[in-house]
């Protein structure tokens, strides 16, 4: 008979389903955590404010690693977002909105709020953003991908690079996410989802322009992102007998 504490077993169960998906589907949930949007952007004022101590965050993303991989690459299957290299401001908007399920990602629930308070919070953000950035990623690979990037590159600059920069590195100051080197996969669904209302505190300014688009026009603009290299620094590579 087993002697693994049944805590421990339900403690691995669900890890291991938390890393099946990333956002579920609800376009009509408005809940919010109790003290409602008010408690969520205070909080998200208060890490904010915090100075990030990445060696401190290290601990913390630990939990955060078993989906994210400890690189921060996540999968390129699209399921788990790439990480490493983001945008602190960025990370902190995305955490704060999914503990007060702004943002809907049940799968994730129950990691953040194990983060304590705002300075948990600004550590794990900077940690994350401190990654060098793992080669490799989820690219458009279809036969018809050269002219996918290209078809997606005049999209991006016609409607996305005023905000997510020339080359998709974003803006943290104002909080615009690092897009380049994303997986294609995860890209097309985040899109997608922001488009079609299932990703709540989306920015209404992208919603108005991500509705022109339909699907096809959506996966030009991932391939296209997809395509680049992620800004920061790259990790080294793996030498042989290491």
Do not use: W
């Amino acid at each position: 008979m087993s002697t693994t504490p049944n805590f421990l077993i339900l403690a691995v169960l669900l890890l291991i389903a938390g890393c099946a998906h990333d956002d579920t589907r609800h376009p009509t949930h408005s809940a919010v955590a109790p003290g409602g949007p008010a408690a969520v952007e205070a909080e998200r004022a208060l890490a904010l404010a915090e100075a990030g101590d990445a060696g401190r965050g290290k601990g913390a993303y630990a939990v955060c690693s078993a989906c994210h991989q400890p690189s921060g690459l996540g999968k390129r299957d699209g399921s788990t977002p790439k990480l490493a290299g983001q945008h602190a401001t960025v990370l902190i908007k995305q955490i704060t909105d999914i503990r007060g399920d702004v943002r809907v990602v049940p799968t994730m629930h129950g990691f953040v709020r194990e983060l304590r308070d705002p300075r948990d919070i600004a550590d794990v953000a900077a940690y994350i953003e401190s990654l060098c950035n793992p080669p490799g990623n989820g690219r458009y690979g279809l036969s018809d991908a050269d002219a996918r990037i290209s078809e997606g590159r005049q999209l991006f600059a016609r409607d996305c690079a005023d905000c997510h920069r020339d080359t998709g590195q974003g803006d943290k100051a104002k909080g615009y996410p690092v897009l380049a080197g994303q997986h294609f996969r995860y890209l097309v669904r985040q899109m997608q989802d922001i488009r079609d209302g299932y990703r709540k505190a989306a920015d209404p300014d992208m919603v108005k322009i991500i509705r022109k688009h339909g699907n096809d026009k959506l996966q030009s603009i991932a391939a296209y992102l997809a395509s680049l290299e992620t800004p920061g620094t790259a990790c080294e590579p793996i030498r042989a007998g290491r």
